[in-house]
Nanobody, 126 residues
């Protein structure tokens, strides 16, 4: 599975951005996809995840109510709509995926994700 993320950029606080991540290769119905982010000097952290069907999602507390994850399986693409952005959201955002057949989205731990895209930088200025 190869992942290609796009949509990063610079925005002022309170603004919005939408990230996209397209999966190619061996995509199938148990391919769960997620977003992580890593700010300078900090560890990579979980942001959100979504199952293939879109029926289950999970969000980190710090983005609940502001970020929304969705997917278009016809395009094998997952989206991250980010609203009400804050300076502390500044980070490199990474798309990730793993095969997962159980209920829900499983562990938010980064090592449980087998596939990673190159990051896209999001900069939020105050």
């Amino acid at each position: 599975v190869q992942l290609q993320a796009s949509g990063g950029g610079s925005v002022q606080a309170g603004g919005s951005l939408r990230l996209s991540c397209t999966a190619t290769g061996r995509t199938q119905s148990n391919l769960l996809m997620g977003w992580f982010r890593q700010a300078p000097g900090k560890e990579r952290e979980f942001v959100t995840a979504i199952t293939w069907s879109g029926g289950s999602t999970a969000y980190a507390d710090f983005v609940k109510g502001r970020f929304t994850v969705s997917r278009d399986n016809a395009k094998t693409t997952v989206y991250l709509q980010m609203n009400s952005l804050k300076p502390e959201d500044t980070a490199v955002y990474y798309c990730a995926a793993k095969y997962y057949s159980r209920t829900g989205v499983g562990s938010p731990s980064a090592p449980t994700y087998a596939y990673w895209g190159r990051g896209t930088l999001v900069t939020v200025s105050s």
